[in-house]
């Protein structure tokens, strides 16, 4: 029985809440159909903010995600935490038969996404992950050019003023980011790009430039990537940048598309002809979904997520043998 047999909002339990736990959790909120019943931050004053703020007794607010688990009749749970600490709580969250919103990367490491999609294949629960392009009416109007042809070459590029805004945050300790500006920002990129051509990488060249001694961190990344279809594309990242731009051109026999945005709001989509013609469809952002509405239609119909674990386990193997392929200096094979 999918949970929209029942009369009850979805219950939500939030661990971490940063940036993804209140936004991403304001929209649970304030969704009819969900009530956030617990909360799970290590900072007890934003504890008490948050709880607050999404109306949650002191009792159901909580330091040790585990307790929060083992105590609350909870549905569904949202990770918002740092990067590395996803898989444990992911796993955590389905063990106890709950749904999962989880914030990208699902995972920084290529051997924990294969188990948690192996797990979520296993599952009635619905993971779903936030790569938030998936709703976003451009990335689809690019996604339906290419249900039937695949592009040829392709570049992308993002920046934003990262380092800087990531200062005396976990974002640049990299126990808790696992990597830098790819892994990031980098990664809604990457995920961009795989899920609106379909194209499946083989191989990556890599360059980067490192914040810190122990270079891990990136700063700055250069991607040349080759497909199996025999297409290529470059990838840039600049994390140390002004501001935050994305520009894409995706380019197939007979033009190209080009998606371009500033900041966080949704993207334009032009299409390209042979002529190098312009056409701009008419993007409506009041009607793409947010992450929240879009979880839980999900979880009420049993249908898959708009970005699932599969997509997010394609990220991570991209973005790890970019990794090595920087470290090391070699092209790296793309593990699918």
Known sequence: MSDAATSRPIRIGIVGLGYIGTTVGGGFHRHPDAS??????????????????????????????????????????????????????VVAALERGCH??????????????????????????????????????????????????????????MTQDWIDDSRGTWRLDPELSGGGFLYDTGSHVLDGVLWTTGLEPVSVAASMDFYGDAER????????????????????????????????????????IYLEGAQWGSREVVEIDSDAGEYAPYIDPRREQSRADAFLESVADG??????????????????????????????????
């Open 36 to 89: 956030v019943r617990a909360i799970c931050d290590l900072d007890a004053d934003r504890r008490e903010a948050v709880g607050r703020d999404f109306d949650v007794p002191a009792d159901r607010r909580y330091a040790d995600y585990g307790a929060m688990l083992e105590e609350r009749a909870i549905d569904a749970v949202l990770v918002g935490t740092p990067h590395t600490l996803h898989y444990g709580q």
């Open 217 to 256: 961190i990136d700063r700055r990344a250069h991607l040349d990537v080759r497909f199996e279809n025999g297409a290529t594309g470059t990838f840039s990242f600049h994390g140390d940048a002004p501001s935050v731009r994305e520009h894409l051109h995706l380019w197939d026999d007979e033009g190209a």
């Open 303 to 336: 249908t898959d997520p708009p970005a699932t674990v599969e997509d997010a386990r394609r990220v991570t193997a991209l973005t790890e043998a970019a990794y090595e392929a920087a470290r090391t200096g070699d092209r790296i094979a793309v593990e699918t």
């Open 100 to 157: 999962v919103y989880c914030d990208k990367p699902l995972t920084t490491d290529l051997e924990r996404a294969r188990d948690l999609a192996t797990r979520a294949e296993r599952s009635d629960r619905t993971v779903m992950v936030g790569y938030q392009r998936h709703l976003q009416t451009a990335f689809r109007t690019a996604r339906e050019r290419f249900a039937d042809r695949e592009p040829t070459w392709l570049t992308a590029t």
